[in-house]
């Protein structure tokens, strides 16, 4: 069925770009923050992610619902450098007129290291250099994509506020001659996050961002909106949790977004 099956293409093609590439910061925030975390200290993040869209167009109503695991190991090199190594596992599936296509299991892979650049009072800014390698398990080398790109933080405390501002870039080298002609290989993106911290161990957060579509069936730039809660439950264990909200047609519907991060 056509239909169907450019609804598996779209949503194959988004989650491979964005599990590639995502600008993840602190659950359930996509906005990265420009702190580090010091020489000697680490971070272990196992996070979760559970979406839905649901689309009618021709007669057609559309239902895709895709999930991620990602687990975050984040080390402090030197006082102003961390080094960050993500891996991330993506599935999902379409139903239309009855039909249930599950969508192809994503595995990606991500190098990067968070360099703060200046710092002044309560502004900081940082560079983070990404190098991503994405494929599908079940799939051939040619369902493969190289990622390089980077994103520029600014972080500005305002006690008891906090704010945080990213504008990135990223090229996709992708291997299938499908997915180039489906795909745009430069995706570029911004955000902007506020944390409000309203006791010393619960922290409310809210973000707001857009970025290239990486579909060139469409110029719509997907927009979408997250708030949450991160609690400290211990200094070294925080539990966060929220949902994003796609604030236009190519954004999903909903997503729920959770987390455990431990710190050593």
């Known amino acids: 069925m056509p239909v169907l099956r450019g609804w598996c293409l779209g949503l194959a093609v988004i989650v491979q770009c964005l599990a590639a590439a995502a600008v993840w910061g602190a659950t359930p925030l996509l906005t990265d923050d420009a702190v580090t975390l010091g020489t000697g200290n680490g971070q272990f993040e196992l996070c ?19 999930s991620q695991v ?38 990606s892979f991500k190098l990067s290291a968070k360099l703060r650049l200046f710092e002044t ?17 079940a799939g051939s080398s ?3 994509v190289y990622s390089y790109g980077g994103v520029v933080i600014a972080t500005h405390k305002l006690e008891p506020f906090t704010v945080h501002f990213n504008l990135g870039g990223l090229y996709n080298d992708h291997q299938s001659s499908a997915d180039r002609v489906a795909s745009r290989s430069v995706i570029w993106s911004g955000s902007l996050a506020a944390i409000w911290q309203v ?10 961002g857009i970025y290239t579509n990486p ?31 796609g604030l236009n047609k190519p954004e999903a ?5 959770g987390a455990l991060v431990f710190k050593f």
């Open 70 to 107: 990602t687990t975050t190991l984040t080390y402090g090199v030197a006082d102003p450098v961390d080094m960050v190594f993500e891996f991330a596992r993506d599935w999902g599936e379409v139903k239309s007129q009855g039909v249930t296509s599950t969508d192809p299991d994503t595995a």
């Open 215 to 245: 579909d060139k069936a469409t110029t719509q730039m997907p927009a979408f909106s997250c708030a949450g809660v991160i609690y400290s439950i211990t200094e070294q264990l925080d539990l966060a949790g929220g949902f994003k909200f």
């Open 121 to 137: 009072g309560n502004f900081s800014v940082a560079v983070r250099p990404d190098f991503g390698y994405s494929y599908v398990p």
């Open 253 to 257: 519907d909903l997503t729920l977004q």
């Open 48 to 66: 979760g992610r559970r979406g839905n869209d649901r689309d009618r167009s021709g007669g057609v109503t559309t239902t895709s619902t895709f």
């Open 142 to 144: 040619r369902d493969a």
């Open 199 to 208: 006791t010393s161990t619960v922290q409310l957060v809210t973000d707001i």
